[in-house]
């Protein structure tokens, strides 16, 4: 009677009771299991999650990441038993060794938004009978962006600037010894196993500094983002306020050799960026791995050629040796009258040096390519020299 009492009760009642399966129905079937606590952890209707789409829009360079690589597996005891074989001997198989987690620059990857705060290698199987070994947890890779820095405290431990680079975050775990491995001559059955030993567990943080060639600085709205849209395919947003580019674009400029050069729009620049004011440090770090400069001038202010001598006293305040390397000045907005007449006194304060273009309009272009072409040649030709291997575009 007591048991025909319990089922009368309400499906969903007696199974709450009894373990953490409870009853759904479904509509077009009979019932689907779920499991009560995780319905208890499922986010409220109103809250919903962001897609994979929404999540890559934001760019990020920074992230700190907690590595844990994967556990081995127990070794056993157990001894081998046959019929007419009474002393089989000891026969337990040691545990697999964890997985490692292994950082991998791809090409692919833009940003690091698509990388986890914790990653957990997987584990290795316990050994079994008959001297079976378990089996060891395969590698997990994390794609990062190229041009990733991998540090531990102020260490700078891996850089990962070509694609396919990678890196050992955490060693897995060793596995455990079964009874088989101490079997010796003055012990033939022994009893003694041990068990896996835990992965390497490590906080590691990952900053992106964007590779490129040659990286355009400049003040806000001075038109780098125009520039890159005019010189490359890329498609940085254009507006006519400052502080529209927030992230570095990377474009790639072709020529009929099939050269490919690329180029990264930084974002704007402030006075004070070397004492990290707005996000100063967030936007120089992007430009220490281009090995020449482009220095992009509004033509259109008063006294545009103040703008140069701003620009490097931030760069050369951020780290020594920056401002001086191999560069070209940009004088932008040429299509404007106003721009058109200070160009004298820029050229007579500069230098003739100074390529006076349009991003708008596309005039004088071509002189822009051609020194941009040899300023690269110059780059691969020192690296050469010196037995570097050339950036990779």
Request: charged content about 25%; overall charge positive; some cysteine.
């Amino acid at each position: 009677m007591a048991s025909l009492r319990l089922f009368s009760a309400s499906p969903r009642a007696v199974l709450e009771g009894l373990g953490c399966w409870t009853l759904r129905p479904a509509s077009p079937r009979l019932f689907s299991l779920c499991c009560v606590d995780c319905a208890k952890h499922q986010e409220s209707p109103g809250k919903k999650m962001l897609s994979e789409k929404k999540l890559k829009r934001h760019f990020v360079d920074h992230r700190r990441v907690l590595v844990r690589g994967g556990r081995g597996g127990d070794g056993v005891t157990c001894f081998h038993s046959e019929p007419r074989k009474e002393f089989g001997g000891p026969d337990g198989g040691d545990g697999g060794s964890g997985g490692a987690v292994i950082l991998r620059a791809d090409r692919q990857v833009k940003s690091l938004s698509s990388v986890l705060s914790r990653y957990q290698g997987l584990d290795g199987e316990n050994g079994g009978r008959k001297n079976c070994f378990g089996r060891s947890g395969g590698p997990l890779h994390i794609r990062v962006p190229v041009g990733t820095l991998v540090k531990e405290g102020s260490e700078v431990l891996a850089d990962l600037s070509h694609p396919g680079d990678e890196y050992i975050a955490a060693l897995g775990g060793a596995g455990g010894k079964g009874n088989r491995f101490f079997l010796a001559n003055d012990n033939r059955a022994p009893t003694t196993c041990t068990p896996g030993q835990p992965g390497q567990e490590r906080v590691l943080f990952l900053e992106l500094k964007t590779v490129a060639h040659a990286g355009m600085v400049g003040f806000p709205n001075a038109g780098k983002s125009s520039l890159l849209r005019a010189i490359s395919n890329a498609k940085p947003a254009v507006a006519s306020y400052p502080f529209t580019t927030l992230n570095p674009h990377v474009g790639v400029v072709h020529y009929e050799d099939h050269q490919q050069i690329t180029v990264a729009d930084i974002p704007g620049l402030i006075r004070g960026a070397h004492q990290n004011r707005g996000l100063g440090f967030a936007f120089l770090r992007h430009i220490e791995r281009c090995p020449f400069l482009l220095f992009v001038v509004d033509l259109s202010v008063l006294e545009p050629w103040t703008q140069v001598d701003d620009l490097k006293q931030e760069l050369e305040k951020y780290a020594e040796g920056l401002s001086r390397r191999p560069h070209a000045i940009v004088a932008n907005k040429i299509d404007l009258p106003q721009a058109r007449a200070r160009l004298p006194q820029l050229r007579a304060r500069l230098g003739q040096g100074a390529i006076a273009l349009s991003a708008a309009t596309g005039e004088n272009l071509e002189e822009l390519l051609l020194r941009l072409k040899e300023l690269h040649n110059g780059h691969v030709a020192k690296g050469l020299e010196l037995g570097h291997r050339p950036l990779r575009s």
